[in-house]
């Protein structure tokens, strides 16, 4: 976002005030994050949606029609930043912002690699359109590849004409994370090619480097990742901060990585100035109890770091990575007036939010009024699958007596070990057993397959006749596992008819269901709609039985490719490490 | 400078180990600037002038034909950087990197003022050139004017179509200072406009806001000038620091800043992580006496700040602030292989210093061969005065007994104050008078003006014929000082023919004299042989009386148009505050 030549001129005479400013913001408590301190007696003056000035006094700004804001015991901070999210799955885009701006997100940097994965180019547009019909600026990362691994995954495609038109696009900032990364050490050509487009625009190329080390994590940096978001303990922390990538310490809805990481840097008394801190994704139901960035900061002060150098993190750290740092991160003029006035520092405690000069949320409400989505009617996930799903197609069949299956054993909420389980073949199929935890899974096809994909889960610990979800990273199909083949069937048609969605099915009954009608990916409800279901639907699971905080969660991450050890995805059970599909039956 | 594909490709398999790399550093204590350590126990291998790997072991990088630098007992940090400089002066721009770099400067961002003020579009050009046939690398920053103010300056100037041009050269780093920068906080169009076009290119702007606070720095910053040099105490640097300013702390030739600047920051403890060290330019004497980035970093260390954090200061903040971080300023995959070896690190002694690998310098001395200027001949600096220069013409002529005519009285080496003195106008005319430390000032214009400028000055102290110099900021045009109007001539003459330079003259005898046969700017000769040469003239003009330390760098600074109070240009006396011109004689 480059600032007009008219722009420049009204807040130059804005801050001379020669022209009269829109606001001026008093009395408060300035973080300033350039120079590291709590600054009192200082105003701010805003003009054209810009700071103009900030000193001991703004009335020389101030005309007849400046609104006066009293920030009297208040901290004046920068608008939060979520420097690496994804606002594409379970809300609308716009709702999740809604969710977020009362929390103090005035900016955030996400990927679209769910618009991508269901709808390919046409999703990247649609996410754009939507991120732009709301306040909060999003600097949008377009997906790197998709399928994210196509060896292993199935899912829309991009084409380099279609990467190299939407990087040219102002609003992307760059290029997403591949999750693969393997493909990056392995010097994937398709990969390079697109980050050579992305470097030749001078714009950036975030990372996911989970699990790599030394000259694979060397290796990845060579090919100009800048950024990484998956360190999971200080020494990963530690070793990405050093070889120049800059440290995303992450505390979200899907892991929280804060004090594992953050604890040992500190301890190690390493330079913060390139640690950044990110949800990597915050969920609604999360929101609801305990907030989005302002929890990821106060979780961080809880850590140790302090309040001023904790918001740094999350405000002028992550600007300055993004090349952003002339219109965001800091209250410094010419930068746009984003700014929250928190009603307590420690806590991180936000009363109200701003964004260009305005007032966009207060205690804890947004004030940004709702807007019609930007996607069409009939958008609802499709599989080349024929409706009605029959209880028949649920069925394995096998002839033999027993048989050896592959089974993705969950170690915990996200890690499987693969694991080979004699099972007996009922009437010619192999069914799913609750009494030794074995549930069947399915993954549709969207694209062809008139069978699903087949696998086994152990360690959900749930009793149930079928879970299903349309989210599940980066697939974004159709998944249900359960122990009934009536109630799989029922569940899938259920989310067909739907378009996509979350539900529980139990002996011919609905439990529960959230329809996510765009692509499967998200409902069209508000917020906080979304986020109540979603805590029962993790509610009803662990009541029947699940082990894990969040038990929907194994179900999503099932189909991620990248983690250990056994997935499926709509190709088939995939072994991560060795990036090869396995069949079914071990011998 | 973005890294190709093939590039890429091959430093991912270097990384790997899949191809050997071409250079390993072992043994020594890394500086890494990102984390703010010193490591022991890493190596560092390096491939197609790239970082490829930094870690515990390189073995798996090491081929037949990889070089090994025994590190041992030696620092290894990245190559300095000097983020705001001047080469255009005094020595060739070549000389000047050659003289820099065996003190451990890799990356200069360096306008080309100088040679635009003298030759215009050429000039940048030309220097564009220049700097390419040096390792060292330089990233230029355009004239945002020329002349600095029409009001008050008379050079070559740009057009708009002009400066749109070499803004789009790969090369050009951003726009450079204008020190006039009361043009900008009164809106000045043109200005505006080139900020405009510079930004949109996602270019910088760097500043020079001496003097300026608050409402008039809140003003420059909304103006899009991301940086200043002109802090010359803490209040200043801390201004700057808090309005969002990349604040650069200033130790070189015409200013040593550090001190005053420095200390009071730590005092106040503010974070450092937006600090700078610039030396504004260092005069190849000063590099004999004192080195260069290596100076200014041990200056910092002097005044407190942790070795550590002042290479930083002089790595990777510059690189940060310019957008070169996936470049230069630190030592990780990728990055381009610019390091120093340190003998000591607490003294910042320079040892050897590499770019993209390869020695460029060692034990004090550059490695790199010579290469003949790119400079045509026939570029000396010329005036619209014909040649030869009478002492008739160097007369005042006043018809009344005794004047009343402004003086520009020096208060230390740069700032004068106005002074209305009353002379005798002995004969006719009005002259120098010694006695009172009166000298009179002549100031040829370079393109109309059958007659010089005259002034006067007072403070200098030095009894002396004529004292000339084509290098004065940023008129660059000839001035000449003295108490004869015979050897002001014969001054006159001397440099006029030489198309340039610096010469001392007295009764009739040159003293000294250094041709500067490039627009007046510089000399072609080795930088060593000019240092000594302008040592000599300084102690001669000491020996003569002179109070300051660097007399001739009063007379430098006698046209800059933005110090305080009188200067002198082609278009007149100028009263620098008011930006008008007066006349010398008062009423």
Known sequence: MSTDKETIQRLIRASMGEVKSDLVVTGGRLINVYSGEVLDGMEMAVSAGRVCYVGPSAEHTRGEETRIIDARDRWVAPGFIDAHTHIGHFCRPFELLQAYVPHGATALMASCDEHTVAFGLTGMRLFLDEVASHPVRVYTLISMAAPQDPLLCRTESLSDQEVAEILRDPRVLGLGEVVSWLRLTQGDPDLLARIDMTREQGKIVHGHTAGARDRRLNAIAAASVSSCHEPINGEDALARLRLGYWTMLREGSFRQDLEATLKPLLGAGVDAGRLILVTDGMAPDDVSAHGHMDHVIRRAVECGLSPVRAIQAATLHPATYSGLDQDIGGLAPGRLADFVLLDDLETVRVGATFIGGELVA???????????????????????????????????????????????????????????????????????????????????????????????????????????????????????????????????????EAGGGAALVDKGRILQEIPFPIGGLFSLEPWRDVGRELAAVQQTLRERGAAFAKPLYALCFLTFVTLPELRITGRGLVRAKEREIVPLLAR
Not at 417 to 438: K, Y
């Open 362 to 496: 207060e205690d804890g409400e947004s004030r940004v009024a709702a807007v019609p989505p930007s996607f069409p009617d009939g958008m609802g996930l499709k599989t080349a699958f024929r409706l009605p799903v029959t209880a028949d197609d649920m069925r394995i069949r096998c002839e033999a007596p027993r048989a050896r299956v592959r089974v993705m054993d969950l170690v915990n909420q996200t890690i499987t070990r693969e694991r080979v389980v004699e099972v007996a073949c009922a009437g010619g199929v192999i069914s799913a057993d609750v009494d030794s935890d074995l549930l069947k899974v399915a993954v549709f096809d969207r694209q062809e397959g008139f069978s699903p994909v087949f696998g086994f889960i152990r360690g959900l610990g749930t009793d149930i006749g079928a879970v299903g979800t349309t989210v599940n990273l980066d697939e974004y199909t159709l998944l249900v596992a359960g122990s009934s083949d009536y109630d799989m069937a029922y569940c899938a048609n259920l989310l067909l």
